[in-house]
Structures are given as C-alpha cells and as structure tokens.
C-alpha cells in the first residue's frame, strides 16, 4: 500500500528516500514538517532522532527517541537506536569531564557507554587513559589490553599515551608493549 500524499507516512517515504540518496539534511526536514503538520508519528520520530545522532545533536536525539518510544515502548529497533544515543552521550561527557580534570566523572561515564555494550577498542582506550590519568596505571593497562584485543589499529594511541603521561611508562621496546598488552587480564 502507497502512503498518501501530504501525509506522515509519505513524508516518511520522501525522507528515507532522501537518506538513501545521501542527502540528511533534506530528510531531516522532511521529518520536521511530517511532525510540524501531522500527529506524531513513531517512525518519523525514529528517523528524526538517527538523523540527529549522526549530525551530534545528541539532546534533540535522546528526545525524539523518547517520544517515538512512548508511542511504540517494545519496538526493537528503536530501542537500539535509544542504546546508540545514550552511549554517545556517556562518551562525550566522558571526553568533556576528562578535559576539565574530573576523572572520576569521566571513569563513571566510560563505564556506563561499557555496560551498554557491545564493548568498543576507543572506549576502553580511552578508560585507560582516564585511569592512567588517575594514577592507576595497573588498571589502565587492563583497559588499553582490552581496547588493543578489540583493535589491534589502537596501539600507537595506547603506546603514545603510555609515553605522554607523567603516570605512564616508557616502553622501550614496541614489541614487547604488544606482547605485555595481549597477556593482560580483561
């Protein structure tokens, strides 16, 4: 069944369109004037809050993801999509709480976009730093294990960290950092 013209649904159709033909920004209207003209639609509100996430715009996401939920609580891929912005906003109020110096903060955040699963190599690279950071070097290493073991591409940010920091270590020797970091317990 076609959606009708000049209805949610259609406008719904015209924005995924647009996504599929690389244009979000005219899917996003789409999705603003399906919301502005008609009654709420959970689909609609579902696209508006992906295309909210990709653009970073994570309070405006977390709201559309809420409204769309309220209308349809059990359906799955919303709920995904509500994981996926609950995870960016943890991690960028990690990064913003590093920045001002407050690790614990920053520690409590990583481990919420962790628990949210599924486990991510810059998440837990950047707890190690957050930890080596705190001066807790022996579970930073745990954590820059875990974070190399998903992507093995980490290890020169792990062994700049290492390096950088005042709590660090020097690890003179590369190979052996891999072969310490492959051992680490999770």
Known sequence: MNPTPGSAEHCLALAI??????????????????????????????????????????????????????????????????????????????????????????????RRVLALGPPRAEVEVNLGVVLQDAGRIDEAMRAYGRGWRLNEDSFGRIAHALSAANVGRLWLDLDTLRETLRGLPP
């Open 17 to 110: 369109q647009h996504v599929n033909a690389g244009l979000p920004g005219r899917a996003k209207v789409l999705c603003e004037h399906a919301l502005a003209a008609y009654r709420p639609d959970a689909a609609v509100l579902q696209l508006l809050a992906v295309l909210c996430l990709k653009e970073g715009e994570l309070e405006r996401a977390r709201l559309s993801i809420a409204h769309s939920l309220e209308l349809r609580p059990d359906h799955a891929p919303s709920r995904r999509v509500a994981g996926d912005i609950a995870r960016a906003q943890d991690f960028a109020l990690a990064l913003a709480l590093h920045d001002r110096g407050d690790l614990e903060g920053a520690e409590a955040a990583l």
